[in-house]
């Protein structure tokens, strides 16, 4: 986990390294809007604390930068108390405000706040290539266009994308798919699922496939050319 320190005070972002190090963290300590840009296009941090009083501008111009291009998690860390300020580093998209003098034990409470909505997130959103699938919100779309999925075709799909480039196999998914209605399922109720979804999912014009299917074994989320894809089921 890679946290970011966009601190001019190297005392005070020191301390902050010493009391969170004991969460197996690393850190990333820059002093400067210019340095801080340089270390984040070279390790895309996992979480930014930023102060907005920077020698070379505001922290306000480095949240905007960054919203520009990532939405991890962002705490402002700053002296300036005024309510205005914390309305605009919300605003801006900053996730949490603090204000100095402050606790390191509510810091390092925030932090792992922050830290577990970001994976509950991560987990919930899979982007690839023209795709977006939102499993939280339950939102598939393809090229920005929203692609209605039945119960069992989300349920797929979450299942490949969660183990995606490995085999699943058509016992697994039949199992996972259909064994809590207590009913015998048809195997073919599963070819049936998968090619439905391949057809919403894809373009007939197409020359990949991302459902690849794995010869007498199951199938698997991969990007493959067409041509090299067995045509069984």
């Given at each position: 986990?890679?946290?970011?320190?966009?601190?001019?005070?190297?005392?005070?972002?020191?301390?902050?390294?010493?009391?969170?190090?004991?969460?197996?963290?690393?850190?990333?300590?820059?002093?400067?809007?210019?340095?801080?840009?340089?270390?984040?296009?070279?390790?895309?941090?996992?979480?930014?604390?930023?102060?907005?009083?920077?020698?070379?501008?505001?922290?306000?111009?480095?949240?905007?930068?960054?919203?520009?291009?990532?939405?991890?998690?962002?705490?402002?860390?700053?002296?300036?108390?005024?309510?205005?300020?914390?309305?605009?580093?919300?605003?801006?998209?900053?996730?949490?405000?603090?204000?100095?003098?402050?606790?390191?034990?509510?810091?390092?409470?925030?932090?792992?706040?922050?830290?577990?909505?970001?994976?509950?997130?991560?987990?919930?959103?899979?982007?690839?290539?023209?795709?977006?699938?939102?499993?939280?919100?339950?939102?598939?779309?393809?090229?920005?266009?929203?692609?209605?999925?039945?119960?069992?075709?989300?349920?797929?799909?979450?299942?490949?994308?969660?183990n995606r480039g490995r085999i699943l196999m058509r016992s697994t998914?039949?199992?996972?798919?259909?064994?809590?209605?207590?009913?015998?399922?048809?195997?073919?109720?599963?070819?049936?699922?998968?090619?439905?979804?391949?057809?919403?999912?894809?373009?007939?014009?197409?020359?990949?496939?991302y459902i690849q299917t794995v010869y007498r074994q199951g199938y698997?989320?991969?990007?493959?050319?067409?041509?090299?894809?067995?045509?069984?089921?």
């Amino acid at each position: 986990m890679l946290i970011q320190i966009v601190e001019d005070d190297r005392a005070l972002s020191d301390g902050i390294v010493l009391a969170l190090r004991e969460s197996g963290m690393e850190f990333i300590q820059n002093k400067s809007i210019k340095s801080a840009k340089e270390s984040f296009q070279k390790s895309t941090p996992n979480l930014i604390i930023l102060d907005l009083n920077l020698p070379d501008g505001s922290g306000y111009d480095y949240l905007r930068w960054v919203r520009e291009c990532a939405q991890i998690p962002i705490l402002i860390l700053t002296a300036n108390d005024m309510e205005m300020d914390e309305v605009m580093g919300l605003t801006l998209g900053a996730d949490d405000y603090m204000t100095k003098p402050f606790s390191l034990a509510v810091l390092r409470a925030r932090i792992q706040v922050l830290l577990r909505r970001s994976r509950k997130t991560q987990d919930d959103i899979y982007e690839e290539d023209e795709f977006r699938f939102d499993f939280g919100s339950l939102s598939f779309a393809r090229n920005g266009k929203e692609i209605a999925l039945s119960v069992n075709e989300q349920r797929l799909l979450k299942l490949l994308i969660e183990n995606r480039g490995r085999i699943l196999m058509r016992s697994t998914l039949i199992d996972r798919l259909w064994s809590s209605n207590g009913e015998y399922v048809d195997e073919n109720a599963l070819s049936v699922t998968v090619n439905r979804l391949r057809g919403k999912l894809e373009d007939g014009k197409d020359d990949v496939s991302y459902i690849q299917t794995v010869y007498r074994q199951g199938y698997r989320w991969k990007r493959e050319d067409r041509s090299c894809l067995d045509e069984g089921h």
